[in-house]
């Protein structure tokens, strides 16, 4: 059974998954510590991913893929006529910086997808990313969370931009949609509706 939610016309729906999702290669690097403990989140701009990964990784000769944004960077020409074709989306993590992405593809919206890896749902800063692809950088397509996404994440990524919804294999999906309307009327403005309650009701 699919685990993908996408919102199409503002109505949620669990839908099949048309795009190849190409991961990279194990990474070699050790685990990073700090007084004896795991570091749990990377730093943003930080450099995760090797040459050997990139070189090492794997992309479908056909269909639609979603590869990482370290390779679409690095093998951009080779993917070129695929992209040409709509048939390319990014993906990054939330470390990752979008101005490398933007260098990369200065027009975001040539992308038919771009989807934010969450490796813990506690790392925030898929919110932050989601907002500003939307606001800032004007990217208007598909926009997927993918990785430790969660039931109580969903509206508040809905708010923050993202419109399609890669839920964690272990969770139902169809439970999922029901998140969606857990507020009816929020009172902060956000990406789906930039005015805050007191400006869009008169009393």
């Known amino acids: ?33 700090q007084a004896g403990k795991v570091v749990l989140f990377k730093l943003t701009g930080e450099q995760t991913v090797t040459p050997e990964q990139i070189a ?23 993917l070129q006529a695929r992209l040409d074709q709509k048939e390319v989306g990014v993906w990054l993590d939330t470390h990752e910086s979008l101005t490398d992405l933007n260098q990369a593809q200065a027009d975001l919206n040539a992308l038919p997808i771009i989807a934010v890896h ?41 708010r923050s931009g993202f419109n399609s919804f890669a839920m964690r294999t272990d969770r139902s999906a169809a439970e999922a949609i029901a998140s969606l309307n857990d507020f009816s009327r929020p009172y902060q ?6 005015r805050p309650a007191f400006r869009r009701y008169n009393r």
């Open 189 to 194: 403005g956000a990406v789906d509706e930039a």
């Open 118 to 158: 969450v490796e813990r749902f506690a790392d925030g800063r898929i919110f932050s990313l989601g907002s500003l692809l939307r606001s800032r950088y004007g990217f208007k397509n598909e926009l997927r969370a993918v990785g430790d996404v969660l039931r109580d994440q969903l509206f508040f990524l809905k």
């Open 56 to 78: 090492g990784t794997l992309i479908p000769a056909n269909g639609k893929v979603l590869v990482p944004l370290t390779v679409f960077i690095a093998r951009k020409t080779q």
């Open 1 to 33: 059974m699919s685990h993908l939610i996408t919102l199409q016309a503002d109505v949620a729906k669990i839908t099949e998954d048309a795009w190849q999702f190409v991961a990279l290669p194990p990474s070699q690097q050790e685990v990073r510590k």
